[in-house]
Protein backbone atom coordinates (compact mmCIF):
# COMPACT_ATOMS: atom_id res chain seq x y z
CA UNK A 1 0.00 0.00 0.00
CA UNK A 2 1.32 3.36 -0.69
CA UNK A 3 2.17 5.56 2.20
CA UNK A 4 -0.92 8.20 0.98
CA UNK A 5 -3.03 5.55 0.19
CA UNK A 6 -1.91 4.00 3.67
CA UNK A 7 -2.56 7.43 5.68
CA UNK A 8 -5.80 8.33 4.14
CA UNK A 9 -7.13 5.16 5.26
CA UNK A 10 -5.45 5.63 8.89
CA UNK A 11 -7.59 8.94 9.22
CA UNK A 12 -10.88 7.56 7.67
CA UNK A 13 -10.88 3.98 9.36
CA UNK A 14 -8.15 2.90 11.70
CA UNK A 15 -9.38 -0.79 12.72
CA UNK A 16 -9.42 -1.63 9.03
CA UNK A 17 -6.31 0.13 8.45
CA UNK A 18 -4.62 -2.14 11.59
CA UNK A 19 -6.06 -5.23 10.26
CA UNK A 20 -4.93 -4.65 6.84
CA UNK A 21 -1.51 -3.85 8.38
CA UNK A 22 -1.04 -6.95 9.70
CA UNK A 23 -1.98 -9.19 7.05
CA UNK A 24 1.20 -7.10 5.39
CA UNK A 25 3.06 -8.06 8.02
CA UNK A 26 2.04 -11.62 7.93
CA UNK A 27 2.48 -11.79 3.80
CA UNK A 28 5.64 -10.56 4.54
CA UNK A 29 7.09 -12.49 7.33
CA UNK A 30 5.33 -16.08 6.19
CA UNK A 31 6.54 -18.74 3.57
CA UNK A 32 3.70 -18.49 1.62
CA UNK A 33 2.94 -22.25 -0.50
CA UNK A 34 -0.94 -21.88 -1.11
CA UNK A 35 -0.82 -23.07 -4.98
CA UNK A 36 -3.29 -20.46 -5.62
CA UNK A 37 -1.60 -17.38 -3.97
CA UNK A 38 0.83 -15.22 -5.15
CA UNK A 39 2.35 -11.56 -5.02
CA UNK A 40 1.08 -9.21 -7.04
CA UNK A 41 3.76 -6.57 -8.27
CA UNK A 42 3.38 -3.26 -6.57
CA UNK A 43 2.60 -1.63 -10.13
CA UNK A 44 -0.55 -4.05 -10.65
CA UNK A 45 -2.04 -3.46 -6.79
CA UNK A 46 -1.48 0.55 -8.25
CA UNK A 47 -3.93 0.01 -10.90
CA UNK A 48 -6.05 -2.33 -8.71
CA UNK A 49 -6.62 0.78 -6.49
CA UNK A 50 -6.70 3.66 -8.80
CA UNK A 51 -9.57 5.70 -9.94
CA UNK A 52 -10.51 3.48 -12.43
CA UNK A 53 -12.75 1.86 -9.62
CA UNK A 54 -15.10 4.92 -9.81
CA UNK A 55 -16.26 4.17 -13.25
CA UNK A 56 -18.96 2.08 -14.47
CA UNK A 57 -18.54 0.36 -18.08
CA UNK A 58 -21.07 -2.14 -19.29
CA UNK A 59 -20.34 -3.51 -22.80
CA UNK A 60 -17.48 -3.56 -24.72
CA UNK A 61 -15.22 -1.38 -26.29
CA UNK A 62 -16.84 0.94 -28.65
CA UNK A 63 -19.99 -0.62 -27.45
CA UNK A 64 -21.05 1.04 -24.54
CA UNK A 65 -24.06 1.82 -22.71
CA UNK A 66 -22.45 4.89 -20.55
CA UNK A 67 -20.78 7.50 -21.40
CA UNK A 68 -17.27 8.78 -20.49
CA UNK A 69 -15.48 5.74 -21.91
CA UNK A 70 -12.79 6.97 -24.18
CA UNK A 71 -9.77 6.25 -22.06
CA UNK A 72 -11.65 3.00 -20.73
CA UNK A 73 -12.11 1.49 -24.42
CA UNK A 74 -8.24 1.66 -24.52
CA UNK A 75 -7.77 0.06 -21.41
CA UNK A 76 -10.02 -2.62 -22.02
CA UNK A 77 -8.37 -2.95 -25.55
CA UNK A 78 -5.01 -3.20 -24.13
CA UNK A 79 -5.72 -5.80 -21.62
CA UNK A 80 -7.59 -8.09 -24.97
CA UNK A 81 -4.53 -7.41 -27.44
CA UNK A 82 -1.64 -8.36 -25.02
CA UNK A 83 -3.93 -11.37 -23.57
CA UNK A 84 -4.16 -12.42 -27.37
CA UNK A 85 -0.52 -12.12 -28.40
CA UNK A 86 0.67 -13.84 -25.03
CA UNK A 87 -1.40 -16.50 -25.10
CA UNK A 88 -1.53 -16.69 -29.29
CA UNK A 89 -5.45 -16.57 -29.19
CA UNK A 90 -7.91 -15.73 -31.79
CA UNK A 91 -10.14 -13.74 -28.87
CA UNK A 92 -9.84 -12.91 -25.21
CA UNK A 93 -12.75 -11.65 -22.80
CA UNK A 94 -11.20 -9.56 -19.55
CA UNK A 95 -14.67 -9.15 -18.09
CA UNK A 96 -15.76 -12.25 -16.35
CA UNK A 97 -14.58 -10.63 -12.57
CA UNK A 98 -12.97 -14.33 -11.63
CA UNK A 99 -12.36 -17.87 -12.77
CA UNK A 100 -15.83 -19.54 -11.54
CA UNK A 101 -17.81 -16.95 -13.43
CA UNK A 102 -15.61 -17.54 -16.31
CA UNK A 103 -16.24 -21.23 -16.49
CA UNK A 104 -20.21 -20.24 -15.84
CA UNK A 105 -20.29 -17.57 -18.61
CA UNK A 106 -18.70 -21.13 -20.97
CA UNK A 107 -21.58 -23.19 -19.57
CA UNK A 108 -23.96 -19.75 -20.67
CA UNK A 109 -22.64 -19.58 -24.21
CA UNK A 110 -23.00 -23.77 -25.41
CA UNK A 111 -25.26 -25.81 -22.85
CA UNK A 112 -29.03 -25.51 -21.74
CA UNK A 113 -30.24 -26.61 -18.27
CA UNK A 114 -30.34 -30.75 -18.13
CA UNK A 115 -27.29 -31.25 -20.85
CA UNK A 116 -24.46 -33.48 -20.31
CA UNK A 117 -21.47 -32.13 -19.14
CA UNK A 118 -18.24 -33.86 -18.16
CA UNK A 119 -15.40 -33.09 -15.74
CA UNK A 120 -12.84 -34.54 -13.66
CA UNK A 121 -14.17 -35.13 -9.93
CA UNK A 122 -13.62 -32.62 -7.18
CA UNK A 123 -11.66 -35.60 -4.91
CA UNK A 124 -9.84 -36.29 -8.36
CA UNK A 125 -8.18 -32.96 -8.33
CA UNK A 126 -10.83 -31.13 -10.41
CA UNK A 127 -12.71 -27.65 -9.65
CA UNK A 128 -16.01 -26.81 -8.08
CA UNK A 129 -17.52 -25.66 -11.73
CA UNK A 130 -16.41 -28.60 -13.29
CA UNK A 131 -20.17 -30.14 -12.38
CA UNK A 132 -19.39 -30.78 -8.64
CA UNK A 133 -22.86 -31.50 -6.90
CA UNK A 134 -22.57 -28.75 -4.63
CA UNK A 135 -22.08 -26.31 -7.30
CA UNK A 136 -24.54 -24.62 -9.69
CA UNK A 137 -22.96 -26.60 -12.63
CA UNK A 138 -23.67 -30.04 -11.16
CA UNK A 139 -27.22 -29.01 -10.07
CA UNK A 140 -28.00 -27.23 -13.21
CA UNK A 141 -26.37 -29.89 -16.12
CA UNK A 142 -25.91 -33.42 -15.76
CA UNK A 143 -22.42 -34.11 -14.45
CA UNK A 144 -20.57 -37.19 -15.23
CA UNK A 145 -17.18 -37.30 -13.86
CA UNK A 146 -13.46 -38.82 -14.69
CA UNK A 147 -10.81 -39.86 -11.75
CA UNK A 148 -7.44 -40.70 -11.61
CA UNK A 149 -5.52 -44.04 -11.57
CA UNK A 150 -5.53 -45.76 -8.10
CA UNK A 151 -2.17 -46.64 -8.99
CA UNK A 152 -0.28 -44.18 -10.25
CA UNK A 153 -2.71 -40.47 -9.54
CA UNK A 154 -2.54 -39.77 -13.19
CA UNK A 155 -5.20 -39.61 -15.65
CA UNK A 156 -6.40 -42.58 -17.59
CA UNK A 157 -7.16 -40.78 -20.91
CA UNK A 158 -8.65 -44.22 -22.81
CA UNK A 159 -11.24 -44.50 -19.72
CA UNK A 160 -12.09 -40.63 -20.53
CA UNK A 161 -12.45 -41.55 -24.01
CA UNK A 162 -14.61 -44.50 -23.11
CA UNK A 163 -16.64 -42.51 -20.78
CA UNK A 164 -17.02 -39.63 -23.27
CA UNK A 165 -18.12 -41.91 -25.45
CA UNK A 166 -20.93 -43.62 -23.48
CA UNK A 167 -22.27 -40.30 -22.16
CA UNK A 168 -21.59 -38.00 -24.65
CA UNK A 169 -21.35 -34.99 -23.09
CA UNK A 170 -21.89 -31.16 -24.69
CA UNK A 171 -18.79 -30.08 -22.63
CA UNK A 172 -15.53 -31.28 -22.11
CA UNK A 173 -13.68 -29.72 -18.93
CA UNK A 174 -9.84 -29.95 -18.65
CA UNK A 175 -8.08 -29.12 -16.04
CA UNK A 176 -8.50 -28.96 -11.86
CA UNK A 177 -6.86 -27.42 -8.81
CA UNK A 178 -5.08 -30.37 -7.90
CA UNK A 179 -2.97 -31.59 -10.65
CA UNK A 180 0.61 -31.67 -10.22
CA UNK A 181 1.24 -33.09 -13.95
CA UNK A 182 1.12 -31.90 -17.42
CA UNK A 183 -1.88 -32.12 -18.70
CA UNK A 184 -2.12 -33.47 -22.05
CA UNK A 185 -4.33 -31.31 -23.40
CA UNK A 186 -4.07 -32.95 -27.09
CA UNK A 187 -5.61 -36.22 -25.96
CA UNK A 188 -8.44 -33.89 -24.80
CA UNK A 189 -9.27 -32.23 -27.51
CA UNK A 190 -8.68 -35.63 -29.64
CA UNK A 191 -11.83 -36.96 -26.97
CA UNK A 192 -13.88 -34.06 -27.71
CA UNK A 193 -13.85 -34.50 -31.45
CA UNK A 194 -14.53 -38.00 -31.34
CA UNK A 195 -17.98 -37.16 -29.13
CA UNK A 196 -18.60 -34.16 -30.88
CA UNK A 197 -17.80 -31.65 -27.92
CA UNK A 198 -16.98 -28.29 -27.04
CA UNK A 199 -13.44 -28.26 -25.44
CA UNK A 200 -12.49 -26.40 -22.86
CA UNK A 201 -9.42 -26.04 -20.53
CA UNK A 202 -8.90 -24.30 -17.33
CA UNK A 203 -5.85 -23.28 -16.97
CA UNK A 204 -6.69 -21.03 -13.86
CA UNK A 205 -3.57 -22.65 -11.54
CA UNK A 206 -1.19 -22.55 -14.38
CA UNK A 207 -1.73 -19.84 -17.10
CA UNK A 208 1.35 -18.10 -16.04
CA UNK A 209 3.38 -21.43 -16.78
CA UNK A 210 1.74 -21.55 -20.25
CA UNK A 211 1.67 -18.44 -21.13
CA UNK A 212 6.16 -18.41 -20.19
CA UNK A 213 5.81 -21.37 -22.12
CA UNK A 214 7.47 -24.11 -19.13
CA UNK A 215 3.84 -25.72 -19.78
CA UNK A 216 2.37 -27.13 -23.12
CA UNK A 217 -0.64 -24.36 -24.38
CA UNK A 218 -4.31 -25.59 -25.10
CA UNK A 219 -4.92 -22.41 -26.98
CA UNK A 220 -3.99 -23.89 -30.20
CA UNK A 221 -6.47 -27.22 -29.57
CA UNK A 222 -8.92 -25.83 -27.43
CA UNK A 223 -12.50 -24.61 -28.78
CA UNK A 224 -12.50 -22.72 -25.32
CA UNK A 225 -9.57 -21.47 -22.71
CA UNK A 226 -10.77 -20.37 -19.10
CA UNK A 227 -8.27 -19.18 -16.76
CA UNK A 228 -8.07 -16.93 -13.05
CA UNK A 229 -5.79 -13.83 -13.60
CA UNK A 230 -3.58 -14.78 -10.80
CA UNK A 231 -2.12 -17.69 -8.91
CA UNK A 232 0.99 -18.29 -11.56
CA UNK A 233 -0.24 -14.98 -13.85
CA UNK A 234 0.27 -12.58 -10.69
CA UNK A 235 -2.43 -10.33 -11.84
CA UNK A 236 -5.16 -9.32 -9.90
CA UNK A 237 -7.93 -11.30 -8.22
CA UNK A 238 -10.02 -11.60 -11.69
CA UNK A 239 -10.44 -14.35 -14.33
CA UNK A 240 -10.46 -14.33 -18.52
CA UNK A 241 -11.59 -16.71 -21.41
CA UNK A 242 -9.83 -16.96 -23.98
CA UNK A 243 -11.37 -18.72 -27.39
CA UNK A 244 -11.40 -19.20 -31.15
CA UNK A 245 -12.73 -16.52 -33.21
CA UNK A 246 -15.89 -18.78 -33.93
CA UNK A 247 -16.94 -18.62 -30.52
CA UNK A 248 -16.34 -14.90 -30.14
CA UNK A 249 -20.05 -13.75 -30.03
CA UNK A 250 -21.28 -16.71 -28.01
CA UNK A 251 -18.65 -15.82 -25.15
CA UNK A 252 -18.77 -11.97 -25.19
CA UNK A 253 -22.92 -12.09 -24.95
CA UNK A 254 -22.84 -15.14 -21.98
CA UNK A 255 -19.77 -12.94 -19.86
CA UNK A 256 -22.35 -9.44 -20.80
CA UNK A 257 -25.62 -9.18 -20.41
CA UNK A 258 -25.74 -12.67 -19.98
CA UNK A 259 -23.74 -12.88 -16.36
CA UNK A 260 -22.61 -9.69 -15.28
CA UNK A 261 -23.10 -6.19 -15.23
CA UNK A 262 -20.11 -3.77 -16.05
CA UNK A 263 -17.05 -4.69 -15.46
CA UNK A 264 -14.57 -4.00 -13.07
CA UNK A 265 -12.27 -1.45 -14.69
CA UNK A 266 -9.65 -1.10 -12.17
CA UNK A 267 -9.49 -5.10 -12.45
CA UNK A 268 -8.78 -5.09 -16.53
CA UNK A 269 -6.18 -2.44 -15.78
CA UNK A 270 -4.35 -4.40 -13.45
CA UNK A 271 -4.28 -7.72 -15.57
CA UNK A 272 -3.27 -5.36 -18.85
CA UNK A 273 -0.39 -4.67 -16.06
CA UNK A 274 0.24 -8.02 -14.89
CA UNK A 275 0.17 -9.38 -19.42
CA UNK A 276 2.28 -6.90 -19.64
CA UNK A 277 5.10 -8.12 -17.18
CA UNK A 278 4.23 -11.57 -18.13
CA UNK A 279 5.35 -11.01 -22.00
CA UNK A 280 9.33 -9.87 -21.04
CA UNK A 281 11.97 -12.74 -20.37
CA UNK A 282 12.39 -12.33 -16.76
CA UNK A 283 8.82 -13.75 -16.60
CA UNK A 284 10.05 -16.49 -18.63
CA UNK A 285 12.77 -17.36 -15.91
CA UNK A 286 10.66 -16.91 -12.77
CA UNK A 287 7.86 -19.38 -14.64
CA UNK A 288 10.75 -21.58 -15.33
CA UNK A 289 11.88 -21.47 -11.58
CA UNK A 290 8.97 -22.02 -10.20
CA UNK A 291 9.47 -25.53 -12.23
CA UNK A 292 12.10 -25.88 -10.50
CA UNK A 293 11.73 -25.37 -7.30
CA UNK A 294 8.47 -27.36 -7.34
CA UNK A 295 10.27 -30.83 -7.95
CA UNK A 296 13.24 -29.66 -5.85
CA UNK A 297 10.49 -29.77 -2.90
CA UNK A 298 8.91 -32.67 -4.10
CA UNK A 299 12.24 -34.80 -4.23
CA UNK A 300 13.14 -32.95 -1.19
CA UNK A 301 10.03 -34.42 0.85
CA UNK A 302 10.00 -37.45 -0.79
CA UNK A 303 13.57 -37.76 0.90
CA UNK A 304 12.14 -37.25 3.88
CA UNK A 305 9.24 -39.92 3.59
CA UNK A 306 6.37 -37.95 2.34
CA UNK A 307 4.21 -39.67 -0.13
CA UNK A 308 3.57 -37.47 -3.23
CA UNK A 309 0.53 -37.73 -5.11
CA UNK A 310 1.93 -39.00 -8.84
CA UNK A 311 5.46 -39.36 -7.01
CA UNK A 312 6.09 -35.74 -8.18
CA UNK A 313 5.34 -32.28 -9.85
CA UNK A 314 6.01 -31.34 -13.38
CA UNK A 315 4.27 -28.03 -12.74
CA UNK A 316 3.86 -25.40 -9.55
CA UNK A 317 1.78 -28.06 -7.02
CA UNK A 318 2.29 -30.71 -4.96
CA UNK A 319 -0.22 -32.90 -3.34
CA UNK A 320 1.03 -34.85 -0.38
CA UNK A 321 -0.72 -37.68 1.19
CA UNK A 322 0.10 -37.93 4.87
CA UNK A 323 -1.62 -40.94 6.08
CA UNK A 324 2.04 -43.19 6.42
CA UNK A 325 3.02 -39.45 8.56
CA UNK A 326 -0.11 -40.45 11.13
CA UNK A 327 -1.21 -36.18 11.03
CA UNK A 328 -3.68 -35.52 9.46
CA UNK A 329 -3.76 -32.93 6.18
CA UNK A 330 -5.70 -30.09 8.78
CA UNK A 331 -3.49 -30.82 12.02
CA UNK A 332 -0.19 -30.24 10.10
CA UNK A 333 -1.61 -27.10 8.02
CA UNK A 334 -2.80 -25.39 11.67
CA UNK A 335 0.57 -26.25 13.27
CA UNK A 336 2.81 -25.00 9.91
CA UNK A 337 0.65 -21.75 10.04
CA UNK A 338 1.97 -21.39 13.77
CA UNK A 339 5.54 -22.05 12.67
CA UNK A 340 5.13 -19.07 9.35
CA UNK A 341 4.48 -21.87 6.50
CA UNK A 342 1.40 -21.41 5.22
CA UNK A 343 -0.33 -24.17 2.79
CA UNK A 344 -3.98 -25.57 2.91
CA UNK A 345 -5.16 -29.32 3.65
CA UNK A 346 -6.61 -30.93 0.98
CA UNK A 347 -8.10 -34.06 -0.11
CA UNK A 348 -6.08 -36.78 -2.25
CA UNK A 349 -7.79 -39.13 -4.23
CA UNK A 350 -9.36 -42.06 -3.15
CA UNK A 351 -9.42 -40.43 0.44
CA UNK A 352 -10.59 -42.28 2.96
CA UNK A 353 -11.32 -39.04 5.38
CA UNK A 354 -13.62 -36.25 4.93
CA UNK A 355 -13.09 -32.99 3.12
CA UNK A 356 -12.97 -31.07 5.74
CA UNK A 357 -10.49 -33.25 7.78
CA UNK A 358 -8.59 -34.76 5.01
CA UNK A 359 -5.28 -36.98 4.53
CA UNK A 360 -3.48 -34.67 2.22
CA UNK A 361 -1.45 -31.07 1.99
CA UNK A 362 -1.34 -29.16 -1.29
CA UNK A 363 1.46 -27.17 -1.93
CA UNK A 364 2.61 -24.47 -4.25
CA UNK A 365 5.74 -23.03 -5.62
CA UNK A 366 4.43 -19.42 -7.00
CA UNK A 367 4.69 -16.98 -4.40
CA UNK A 368 8.28 -18.30 -2.41
CA UNK A 369 9.91 -18.00 -6.54
CA UNK A 370 8.53 -14.46 -6.56
CA UNK A 371 10.43 -13.87 -3.35
CA UNK A 372 13.59 -14.99 -5.69
CA UNK A 373 13.57 -18.39 -3.45
CA UNK A 374 15.26 -21.22 -5.63
CA UNK A 375 16.53 -24.83 -5.03
CA UNK A 376 18.78 -24.55 -1.77
CA UNK A 377 15.47 -22.65 0.11
CA UNK A 378 12.95 -25.15 -0.75
CA UNK A 379 15.36 -27.89 0.93
CA UNK A 380 15.31 -25.76 3.74
CA UNK A 381 11.38 -25.48 3.91
CA UNK A 382 10.73 -29.76 3.44
CA UNK A 383 13.32 -29.67 6.23
CA UNK A 384 10.74 -27.36 8.13
CA UNK A 385 7.90 -28.84 7.13
CA UNK A 386 9.36 -32.66 8.13
CA UNK A 387 10.36 -31.51 11.46
CA UNK A 388 6.62 -29.86 12.66
CA UNK A 389 5.06 -33.18 10.90
CA UNK A 390 6.87 -35.39 13.73
CA UNK A 391 5.34 -33.03 16.87
CA UNK A 392 2.97 -30.62 15.59
CA UNK A 393 2.07 -30.03 18.95
CA UNK A 394 5.60 -28.97 20.01
CA UNK A 395 5.00 -25.58 20.79
CA UNK A 396 8.69 -24.58 21.42
CA UNK A 397 9.76 -26.48 18.29
CA UNK A 398 6.98 -23.88 16.29
CA UNK A 399 8.10 -21.19 17.58
CA UNK A 400 11.80 -21.28 17.11
CA UNK A 401 10.88 -22.74 13.15
CA UNK A 402 9.03 -19.63 13.06
CA UNK A 403 12.00 -17.26 13.88
CA UNK A 404 14.18 -19.50 11.45
CA UNK A 405 11.13 -18.51 8.98
CA UNK A 406 10.74 -15.04 9.47
CA UNK A 407 15.03 -14.82 8.87
CA UNK A 408 14.70 -16.15 5.52
CA UNK A 409 11.81 -13.85 4.67
CA UNK A 410 13.78 -11.15 5.74
CA UNK A 411 16.52 -12.32 3.09
CA UNK A 412 13.91 -12.56 0.19
CA UNK A 413 11.66 -9.10 0.45
CA UNK A 414 7.85 -10.39 -0.65
CA UNK A 415 7.35 -8.07 -4.34
CA UNK A 416 4.84 -5.43 -3.94
CA UNK A 417 4.63 -4.66 0.10
CA UNK A 418 5.83 -2.27 1.46
CA UNK A 419 5.63 -2.81 5.36
CA UNK A 420 7.52 -0.38 8.02
Known amino acids: MQETQRQALQATDPEIAALIADEERRQRDSIRLIASENYASAAVMAATGSVLTNKYSEGYPGRRYYEGQRYIDKIEELAINRATALFGADHANVQPYSGSPANLAVYLAFCQPGDTIMGMSLPAGGHLTHGWGVSITGKYFRAVQYGVRRDTGLIDYDEVRDLARKERPKLLFA ?206 IAEWIDQVSQKPDDEDRITRIAGQVKELCEAHPAPGILVS
Request: include cysteine; charge should be neutral.
Open 175 to 380: GGTAIPRIIDFQAFADIARDVDAVFVADIAHISGLVAAGVHPSPVPVADVVTSTTHKTLRGPRGGMILCKEGHKSAINRAVFPGLQGGPHDHQTAALAVALAEASRDSFKDYAAQIVKNSRALAQAMIERGFELVTGGSDNHLILCDLTNKGVPGKVLSRALDQAGIVLNYNSVPFDPRKPFDPSGVRLGTGAVTSRGMREAEMKQ
